[in-house]
């Protein structure tokens, strides 16, 4: 047998030195591909340029502006726009649904994946009015379509960026440390962002991977990437397809999908649409993978889901939240929904958040290809103004990762890279007060740098190095004034817990029921209606949820009655909130 493969000169040279048989038919890629926008003429279909794509993506926002949003996240090397196309029914409101991201393009030369989203785009677009099961995706998910993560490369028709820099390579988990702007537009994304399932596209064989890249170890979640790679499969139209752990394909390391699944705990795989890097039948692929991407907007809605909120307020809290031995992944900022893509069985659910006593639910139960929606109530906890490790953003030769983050439990993530080590995200900015600031938790065995910034990509400022148990540092040693993400470097070095030691938050107005009384927010039923008033509506604004955080109307109170009247679409509870400066009122409804 043979293989087609494509290397670079280190991997050549590995080759050689196999002593397998080889012939080169493609010295230079790059310098094969220089004239190919000019010369094209060889494919059967012509592909799509940069400006094309662009333009497509400005014409779906213009004629369908109530479903589709097009957001610009930074410029490429180039100057070239990195953006990405929201598509959801209700485009304008955070509405708690489920959420899945389509990327392509990270290697320019692989210009099928581009192709692929967004002629994907067009028909969730161009078909959301006739088509039913279209019509139901994009009113119960929101579909991000990431076309071209690397548009220097697809102008160029290179594998690298505008730096050659190899963009899927770059990724701050076992990888590089973050240098390249398509890379740190997506990591952006991925770490705001969280998405139920993850899939990037590329070319170059017909398989499905996933992690992990940078070793052979299987991850704790194997058996459902498994899954959810046999159902594309199953919906797909091709004939083959390779499912395989993607370090079996051939180990790399700083893939999109490790650092996915990694630092944000999305269900993240790989899909190689064709042997090709440019295949001659763009409609033939897009028709291979059309139906099996609907099935993953579908399955992005099924496992578990949920609200996380505050027991005493009502208000969303941003928790992490721990499924099984599985990387965490956390509930939304805003609205407090979380959802992850589970098969079926039998779960346990481990919830955390800063501020708050942790819980635990066990026994959760998922049916097939449904979801199981759980609302989570976490009572405060004012016993301590510490606070902890919220969200590994960087980790480099270091691993159990998830260890490292919230309260100190003697779990560890064990580092072995003296110059990167791990970047933790404390979610909030550690501000310089009296005395130390923040606290280290370690085995006390091994010595370790510590440094801190109030940027993710830095500069890092060392604040010194030690081997104890317990180490504190103060941020003004290094004329710091603040600081939210911290660094750890060393070699085996057992890191437990970051605990912040001062809570530097402005305080929110958590009203009683009496409070809201004397404030008149009140809300009638008559039939199926809401008649929401106030006496506060000069500075107001009422926004409607349901149970499972779904933001279902939004809208400023009448400044002249305070007046709101709303048509429940449903029988129900439904969830009030009036927010007025620093105060947000919360109130239950129920339409019977």
Same mark, same amino acid.
């Given at each position: 047998g043979y293989a087609l493969v494509y290397v670079t000169p280190s991997e050549?040279?590995?080759?050689?030195?196999?002593?397998?048989?080889?012939?080169?038919?493609?010295? $230079?890629?790059?310098?094969?591909?220089?004239?190919?926008?000019?010369?094209?003429s060889h494919l059967s279909s012509s592909y799509t340029t940069y400006d094309q794509i662009i333009a497509a993506m400005d014409s779906l926002v213009t004629a369908f502006p109530a479903m589709c949003q097009k957001t610009i996240v930074g410029q490429s090397v180039q100057n070239r726009d990195l953006c990405y196309l929201k598509i959801t029914s209700g485009i304008s409101q955070n509405g708690g649904?489920?959420?899945? *991201?389509?990327?392509?393009?990270?290697?320019?030369?692989?210009?099928?994946?581009?192709?692929?989203?967004?002629?994907?785009?067009?028909?969730?677009?161009?078909?959301?009015?006739? $088509?039913? !099961?279209? &019509?139901? *995706?994009v009113d119960t998910r929101e579909i991000y379509i990431y076309c071209m993560v690397n548009p220097d490369g697809r102008a160029n028709m290179t594998r690298e960026n505008g730096n050659t820099a190899d963009c899927n390579r770059d990724y701050p988990y076992q990888g590089e440390v973050s240098t390249e702007?398509?890379?740190? +537009?997506?990591? %952006?994304?991925?770490?705001?962002?969280?998405?139920?399932?993850?899939?990037?596209?590329?070319?170059?064989?017909?398989?499905?991977?996933?992690?992990?890249?940078?070793?052979?170890?299987? !991850?704790?979640?194997?058996?459902?990437?498994?899954?959810? +790679?046999?159902?594309?499969? /199953?919906?797909?139209?091709?004939?083959?397809?390779?499912? #395989?752990?993607?370090? !079996?394909?051939?180990?790399?390391?700083?893939?999109?999908?490790?650092?996915?699944?990694?630092?944000?705990?999305?269900?993240? =795989?790989?899909?190689?649409? %064709? #042997?090709? @890097?440019?295949?001659?039948?763009? /409609?033939?692929?897009?028709?291979?993978?059309?139906?099996?991407?609907?099935?993953m907007v579908d399955c992005a809605g099924y496992g578990i889901e949920g609200v996380v909120t505050d027991s005493l307020s009502g208000a969303p809290v941003p928790a992490v939240i721990t499924v099984n031995s599985c990387f965490p992944m956390y509930a939304?900022?805003?609205?407090?929904?979380?959802?992850?893509?589970?098969? /079926?069985?039998?779960?346990?659910?481990?919830?955390?958040? #800063?501020?708050?006593?942790? &819980?635990?639910?066990?026994?959760?139960?998922?049916?097939?290809?449904?979801?199981?929606?759980?609302?989570?109530? =976490?009572?405060? $906890?004012?016993?301590?103004?510490?606070?902890?490790?919220?969200?590994?953003? /960087?980790?480099?030769?270091?691993?159990s990762t998830p260890s490292a983050l919230g309260p100190n439990d003697s779990l560890y993530g064990v580092i072995s890279n003296q110059t990167d080590g791990i970047v933790i995200d404390m979610q909030k900015e550690i501000l310089d007060s009296t005395g130390s600031d923040f606290r280290i938790y370690t085995s006390g065995s091994a010595s370790f740098t510590c440094s801190a910034s109030s940027t993710i990509d830095g500069p890092y400022t060392s604040l010194g190095t030690s081997s104890a148990a317990t180490a504190e540092f103060d941020l003004a040693s290094a004329s710091l004034s603040s600081a939210r993400y911290v660094k750890i470097a060393g070699s085996s070095v057992l890191l437990d817990a970051v605990?912040? =030691?001062?809570?530097?938050?402005?305080?929110?107005?958590?009203?009683?029921?009496?409070?809201?009384?004397?404030?008149?927010?009140?809300?009638?039923?008559? $039939?199926?209606?809401?008649?929401?008033?106030?006496?506060?509506?000069?500075? !107001?604004?009422?926004?409607?949820?349901? =149970? @499972?955080?779904?933001? *279902?109307f939004v809208s400023p109170l009448a400044k002249s009655s305070g007046l709101i009247r709303w048509d429940a679409p449903s029988r129900g509870v439904y969830i009030v909130r009036l927010s007025a400066g620093a105060t947000e009122l919360i109130q239950k409804a129920l339409v019977r």
């Open positions: 050549l040279a590995t080759v050689q030195s196999s002593g397998l048989s080889y012939t080169v038919t493609i010295p $230079d890629l790059n310098g094969h591909y220089r004239n190919f926008w000019t010369t094209k649904k489920p959420k899945i *991201l389509f990327d392509a393009g990270i290697h320019g030369d692989e210009v099928g994946g581009p192709e692929n989203l967004m002629q994907f785009a067009r028909d969730l677009c161009g078909k959301y009015a006739t $088509d039913t !099961a279209v &019509k139901r *995706l702007p398509e890379v740190k +537009a997506v990591r %952006s994304l991925l770490l705001k962002k969280n998405f139920a399932i993850h899939y990037t596209y590329h070319s170059g064989e017909e398989a499905v991977l996933y992690p992990w890249c940078y070793e052979s170890a299987a !991850a704790a979640e194997k058996a459902t990437w498994v899954g959810l +790679a046999n159902a594309y499969k /199953a919906a797909s139209g091709y004939s083959t397809l390779i499912i #395989n752990q993607s370090y !079996a394909d051939y180990p790399t390391t700083g893939e999109t999908i490790d650092f996915s699944y990694g630092c944000a705990g999305n269900a993240a =795989l790989t899909m190689e649409i %064709s #042997n090709d @890097k440019q295949t001659t039948d763009i /409609a033939g692929y897009y028709s291979k993978n059309a139906p099996a991407m609907q099935k939304d900022s805003e609205m407090g929904d979380f959802h992850k893509y589970l098969p /079926a069985g039998t779960y346990s659910l481990s919830v955390w958040a #800063n501020g708050y006593k942790a &819980k635990t639910l066990a026994g959760v139960v998922v049916q097939n290809l449904k979801a199981t929606n759980i609302q989570v109530q =976490l009572a405060p $906890d004012n016993s301590s103004q510490s606070y902890w490790g919220y969200k590994v953003v /960087a980790a480099f030769s270091t691993t605990e912040a =030691l001062h809570q530097q938050t402005t305080p929110v107005t958590r009203p009683s029921v009496s409070d809201i009384s004397s404030r008149l927010f009140s809300i009638k039923i008559s $039939d199926k209606s809401l008649i929401i008033k106030t006496a506060i509506a000069s500075s !107001a604004s009422v926004s409607i949820c349901n =149970l @499972k955080g779904e933001k *279902l």
